[in-house]
């Protein structure tokens, strides 16, 4: 049986020389090679398609090439848009981390202020019954307010500005100036390391004296 001749190399022709090669001999070249492998494998098969050398180039090649060229066409197209869902996906996934990483920086950055700002003994202020500090109405209403929390628990400005029903620079103002007279301690509130207050026990004191104190009659 004589041996079967490869189909040519479109790349490479007979001169030997590399060439850039023709869209119609680049189109066939798949269709050639399926043709030579099923007659070179399957010589039976080939046989009764009546399959052969001769068909290189040809009608069957044709189709045959087609055939392979959608195959790599829509294969082409789907990685691509399998190469897209994974960039998102993995974008997605690297944003959400890289802002995990920052909330838990901010929360370990205002803990860390929070434990500088309670080291040491704080000493809490003293003062007569009579020597009670000057308070405004909406400044006895903050601690009130913070009198009235769950312990373990603090109020963050934006909460403070909304039972008063204030702006939130007018609630800060008052928390500064609270916390200025050792009457509230800030602390840490909120996922996001908002700053939040607590009653002192001097604030506590505070309270208990003036709702101790004897009204004008």
Same mark, same amino acid.
């Given at each position: 049986?004589?041996?079967?001749?490869?189909?040519?190399?479109?790349?490479?022709?007979?001169?030997?020389?590399?060439?850039?090669?023709?869209?119609?001999?680049?189109?066939?070249?798949?269709?050639?090679?399926?043709?030579?492998?099923?007659?070179?494998?399957?010589?039976?098969?080939?046989?009764?398609?009546?399959?052969?050398?001769?068909?290189?180039?040809?009608?069957?090649?044709?189709?045959?090439?087609?055939?392979?060229?959608?195959?790599?066409?829509?294969?082409?197209?789907?990685?691509?848009?399998?190469?897209?869902?994974? !960039?998102? %996906?993995? =974008?997605? *996934?690297? @944003? +959400?981390? /890289?802002?995990?990483?920052? &909330?838990?920086? #901010?929360?370990?950055? $205002?803990?860390?202020?929070?434990?500088?700002?309670?080291?040491?003994?704080?000493?809490?202020?003293?003062?007569?019954?009579?020597?009670?500090?000057?308070?405004?109405?909406?400044?006895?209403?903050?601690?009130?307010?913070?009198?009235?929390?769950?312990?373990?628990?603090?109020?963050?400005?934006?909460?403070?500005?909304?039972?008063?029903?204030?702006?939130?620079?007018?609630?800060?103002?008052?928390?500064?100036?609270?916390?200025?007279?050792?009457?509230?301690?800030?602390?840490?509130?909120?996922?996001?390391? !908002?700053? %939040?207050? =607590?009653? *002192?026990? @001097? +604030?506590? /004191?505070?309270?208990?004296? &003036?709702?101790? #104190?004897?009204?004008? $009659?």
């Amino acid at each position: 049986m004589e041996p079967i001749p490869t189909p040519l190399n479109p790349f490479m022709p007979e001169t030997g020389a590399l060439v850039l090669p023709s869209v119609g001999a680049l189109f066939f070249l798949p269709g050639d090679w399926l043709i030579y492998l099923l007659a070179s494998r399957v010589p039976a098969a080939a046989q009764l398609l009546q399959v052969g050398p001769s068909d290189y180039g040809g009608t069957l090649a044709g189709f045959l090439s087609l055939a392979v060229w959608l195959v790599l066409a829509i294969g082409a197209i789907a990685t691509t848009s399998a190469v897209r869902r994974f !960039d998102r %996906a993995l =974008t997605s *996934t690297i @944003a +959400g981390a /890289a802002a995990e990483l920052r &909330r838990r920086i #901010r929360m370990a950055l $205002a803990f860390a202020r929070y434990r500088r700002s309670r080291r040491g003994d704080r000493k809490e202020p003293s003062f007569e019954v009579g020597e009670l500090p000057a308070l405004r109405h909406e400044e006895l209403r903050v601690l009130e307010l913070h009198a009235r929390l769950t312990p373990g628990f603090a109020m963050a400005v934006g909460d403070v500005a909304e039972e008063l029903d204030v702006r939130g620079y007018e609630a800060r103002a008052l928390l500064e100036r609270l916390a200025q007279l050792h009457l509230l301690q800030s602390t840490v509130g909120g996922l996001d390391g !908002d700053t %939040a207050y =607590t009653l *002192t026990a @001097a +604030g506590r /004191a505070l309270l208990q004296l &003036r709702y101790a #104190r004897p009204r004008p $009659a």
